[in-house]
C-alpha cells in the first residue's frame, strides 16, 4: 500500500530518510509520498503498484535510469537538505504542468519556515536539464516564499486562491486582447 497526502500535505523535516534529508515523491495525481528509503529503491519496490513495468534492460542499482523512468512515467523527485533548507524538485518536461506546480506552491506553503533555497530541475528525456531556477527564499517572509519560486511566475490567474504573479506579467487575456487589436 502506497501511503500519500492529498489535501494535508506532510512537513519536510518530520520524515527524515537520512539523518540529513528528507525524500519524496510526487505522484502524477498529485499525492506526495514522503520516503523511507531512498528514491530509486521506493520506486523498484512500488513500480507495480503505480502501473509501471520496468523494463529489463535496467539493473536494479542503476539509481539514474530507475530516476528518469519514474520522471517519464510523471513523477517529481523532491529531496529537502535538513541541515541547509534546500528544497530540490525534479520533473520530467512533460509533466512539468500546472496541476504539478500547485502540488509544489502547496508544498512550499506549508514547509516555508523550513525552506530557505529551492532549485527545481525540468529534465528531458535523455536525462539533460532543459530548464532550471533556482531562488533563495530565506530573504523572504514566510507567506511570501511561494509567490518568488522560480519557473511559476506566468502560470497561475491573479486571483484569490492563488499567489500573485509578478507585476510584471501580463494576463493570457490581456495578450490576446492586444493580439487581436494589432
Known amino acids: 500500500m502506497i501511503r500519500a497526502w492529498r489535501k494535508a500535505l506532510p512537513r519536510v523535516k518530520a520524515f527524515r530518510t537520512t539523518r540529513s534529508t528528507s525524500k519524496m515523491w510526487v505522484l502524477p495525481g498529485g499525492r506526495v509520498v514522503p520516503l523511507q528509503a531512498l528514491h530509486h ?42 541541515n541547509g533548507g534546500r528544497l530540490t524538485i525534479e520533473a520530467h518536461r512533460r509533466y512539468w504542468n500546472d496541476p504539478l506546480k500547485r502540488t509544489i506552491l502547496r508544498l512550499v506553503a506549508v514547509n516555508a519556515s523550513e525552506i530557505d533555497h529551492i532549485h527545481i530541475n525540468v529534465l528531458g528525456d535523455d536525462g539533460r536539464v532543459v530548464q532550471n531556477g533556482r531562488a533563495r527564499l530565506f530573504m523572504y517572509a514566510d507567506p511570501a516564499k511561494p509567490g518568488h519560486l522560480p519557473l511559476m511566475a506566468d502560470c497561475f490567474p491573479r486571483s484569490p486562491g492563488y499567489f500573485a504573479r509578478s507585476q510584471f506579467s501580463i494576463s493570457r487575456r490581456k495578450r490576446r486582447a492586444s493580439a487581436s487589436i494589432s
Open 41 to 82: 529503491a521506493w520506486f523498484l519496490k512500488n513500480a507495480k503498484s503505480l502501473g509501471i513495468r520496468i523494463p529489463s534492460r535496467i539493473h536494479p542499482t542503476d539509481e539514474f535510469e530507475l530516476r528518469l523512468l519514474a520522471l517519464r512515467r510523471g513523477l517529481a523527485r523532491v529531496n529537502y537538505e535538513i
